[in-house]
């Protein structure tokens, strides 16, 4: 098959619009804040990309339409120190996700928890485990299929921030939202 110059130059742009539309999230090797990484979890450097507008997740297709939007590219939630409480302000943007999911069967998140160094490596992968399953479980409360959610803990191995002053930690005490 064929294709003219302007269906190239069509095909092409599309493509170039795709790749750029697509974010790239780095993930820093380390180790959590409260000690541990789920056993057997995995381990190095990998990348995953956040779930936001551009491949729709969080978009039409639930209740709120406009308030799925808002909250769409919101994929990481911030813990308090040794807690896997999440907080209520995170919550919205969690239901947005779970709406989302809930009404596309078919999609798969995983969701990726974090410690700060601070403990040993498996109190940390437990409590990164935790927070995990704290918005899994938020979510699963909404309608989203467990066959949708797969919880990994990193504990402290990916940091977000190298350093050890408690701005750093604050931002290594997260779970994540990636696609699977």
Do not use: W
């Not at 209740?63 to 308090?80: E, I, L, Q």
């Not at 069967?105 to 974090?114: A, V």
């Not at 409590?127 to 979510?139: F, I, N, P, S, T």
């Not at 990916?158 to 050890?164: K, M, Y």
């Amino acid at each position: 098959m064929k294709l003219n110059p302007f269906a190239k130059i069509i095909l092409v742009g599309c493509t170039v619009l795709t790749l750029c539309s697509c974010s790239a999230r780095r993930h820093a090797g380390g180790t959590g804040d409260d000690g541990m990484m789920a056993a057997g979890g995995p381990a190095g450097g990998a990348q995953a990309s956040g779930i936001g507008d551009g491949d729709g997740f969080g978009g039409a297709g639930g209740a709120g339409g406009n308030v799925s939007r808002r909250y769409a590219d919101k994929n990481t939630y911030y813990f308090d120190f040794d807690s896997n409480v999440v907080h209520d302000q995170d919550k919205p943007a969690i239901l947005s996700h779970a709406n989302y999911l809930a009404t596309h069967p078919n999609k798969k998140i995983i969701l990726e928890g974090h410690t700060d160094p601070r403990g040993s490596r498996e109190y940390n992968i437990a409590l990164g485990e935790r927070r995990a399953k704290a918005v899994a479980e938020l979510m699963k409360s909404k309608g989203v299929s467990p066959n949708q959610v797969r919880v990994v803990s990193y504990g402290a191995q990916r940091l977000a921030q190298d350093g050890h002053s408690e701005e750093a930690y604050q931002e290594d005490r997260r779970a994540k939202i990636t696609q699977e």
